[in-house]
């Protein structure tokens, strides 16, 4: 996992990691989620993985375009 920039110093994500297909995402508390493809969409994950690389707006485009459409949660 990587960290996330967090430049707005207001993010819920802390660390993120990029697959070929996906994206994971771990919130403050621990919890992670994979969004792929299949699950939210190729444009979603195409934003959802530029986000992340800026540092800025990742937390708010899974709330408001992806919050329920992961493909599954790691505890």
Request: charged share 20%; hydrophobic share 35%.
């Amino acid at each position: 996992m990587q960290r996330y920039a967090n430049r707005s110093g207001q993010s819920g994500v802390v660390a993120y990691q990029i697959g070929a297909d996906s994206i994971t995402v771990e919130f403050t508390g621990g919890v992670r989620y994979v969004y792929t493809i299949g699950s939210a969409g190729a444009s979603n994950i195409a934003s959802m993985c530029k986000l992340a690389a800026e540092g800025r707006g990742l937390s708010t485009f899974i709330s408001q375009h992806a919050h329920d459409r992961y493909d599954r949660r790691l505890d």
